[in-house]
């Protein structure tokens, strides 16, 4: 893990777990006091999906990770290749979630850390290892020949990608909700399938963008640090 992102992880994961209030003090106990095995703390549910946060995608049809590395493409743009990799991944599939290209505002300001993921919500995906943002053109992918995806060093409109709810109790997208990615450029979809590459990357799925919302345009966040919501920052201070 780099340090880098060893460092980012550090920081958002002290301040999820100060804000939700899993840092407590011990209390000692008294001779007369009735100890108990230690219980694992649960998970907090309805976990919201925040700017700010560094999480894993999950595909939903294929249970592979969204995934980069220091692979280039050998067709199309060139770039760093994406990929969807096959259960629960690896440090390589970890994103941070930022707000959208803007050529006037910093993305602090078009997504600042807490806001809550929405549909309609415009986001980029930096990728955690290497710092390339998750990107779509019209060049076509090695496999299918589909919209090439890829992790582009600069920044442009083609990083930005429109947040779609699939399932939700409400308009707010909660870590384990389903969801989809729609390229703000092309409107064509974040998708993966069933067809994999061979060396050097070998059983890893081809990432690509289609025109039409389906089955395997369907994605989950999982692993990661949520980073707080700015409602639950503001009861904290």
């Not at 007369?32 to 700010?52: A, F, L, R, S």
């Not at 290749?81 to 390589?92: H, K, M, Q, Y």
């Not at 390339?132 to 409109?157: A, F, I, N």
């Not at 947040?163 to 939700?168: A, D, G, K, Q, T």
Request: glycine letters at 8%; hydrophobic letters at 30%.
């Amino acid at each position: 893990m780099s340090k880098s992102l060893f460092t980012y992880l550090l920081v958002v994961a002290v301040s999820v777990l100060f804000i939700i209030g899993i840092i407590t003090t011990p209390i000692a106990a008294s001779d007369d006091d009735h100890i108990t095995p230690q219980e694992e703390t649960p998970e907090p549910k309805n976990i919201k999906v925040t700017c700010g946060s560094i999480v894993k995608l999950r595909h939903k049809g294929m249970n592979c990770r969204l995934h980069s590395h220091a692979v280039k493409y050998g067709s199309g743009s060139g770039q760093q290749s994406v990929t969807c990799f096959p259960g629960e991944g690896d440090e390589n599939s970890y994103w941070v979630i930022k707000g959208a290209y803007s050529t006037d505002k910093k993305d602090e300001d078009t997504c600042p850390h807490g806001t809550i993921l929405k549909t309609g919500l415009t986001v980029r995906l930096e990728h955690a290892q290497t710092g390339g943002r998750l990107h779509s053109h019209l060049h076509q992918s090695p496999l299918s020949r589909q919209q090439e995806v890829s992790c582009y060093e600069g920044q442009d409109t083609g990083d930005n990608w429109v947040v779609e709810l699939v399932s939700s109790s409400s308009n707010a997208l909660e870590k384990g909700d389903s969801f989809r990615l729609k390229h703000a450029d092309t409107g064509k979809y974040l998708h993966s399938h069933n067809m994999q590459y061979g060396n050097p990357i070998p059983g890893q799925l081809e990432v690509t963008s289609v025109g039409s919302a389906n089955s395997n345009t369907i994605w989950v966040a999982e692993e990661g640090v949520y980073y707080p919501t700015q409602k639950e920052l503001e009861n904290h201070h």
